[in-house]
């Protein structure tokens, strides 16, 4: 299933958890595993905490301060960092489907990772069966 999202800073973390959870329901699969693919080279995915925005605060502030947004990159369209913290968080990710839900902590959430935005992106949720 293809999404289309559309983000509204030039750096965030969008929670995607319920349109992955939604897609698991509609696909009926009991028990398999759910992959969310980004075709982007400067936006990823990634799965973690969702009980405190300070930490996707954290996250985007400690890779600016290892990547940062201007820094000593040749690349000539200048958003060399996006596509090193893209890179860093993945193109994709998978959690497991156990009794038709997704089986993730009790803290996480799968999210949208934007590093060259605003954008209108996209990204796939595969369903497999187990």
């Known amino acids: 299933m293809r ?4 983000t509204t800073k030039a750096q965030q973390f969008i929670n995607i958890t319920h349109t992955v959870a939604e897609a698991v329901r509609n696909s009926n699969v009991q ?4 992959v969310v693919y980004v075709p982007h080279t400067t936006a990823g995915v990634t799965i973690n905490e969702n009980a405190d925005p300070d930490v996707v605060r954290d996250m985007i502030s400690a890779m600016d301060k290892t990547y940062p947004v201007h820094g000593d990159y040749r690349h000539f369209e200048g ?3 996006a596509h090193i ?26 999210y ?7 954008r209108n992106r ?7 069966k187990g």
């Open 3 to 6: 999404y289309t999202i559309q």
């Open 31 to 34: 028990d398999g595993i759910a």
């Open 79 to 81: 958003n060399s960092h």
């Open 85 to 110: 913290k893209a890179s860093l968080m993945g193109s994709s990710c998978t959690a497991i489907i156990s009794n038709g839900k997704l089986m993730l902590g009790t803290w996480q959430s799968i």
């Open 112 to 118: 949208f990772c934007e590093f060259d935005g605003p």
């Open 122 to 128: 996209e990204y796939y949720v595969k369903i497999l």
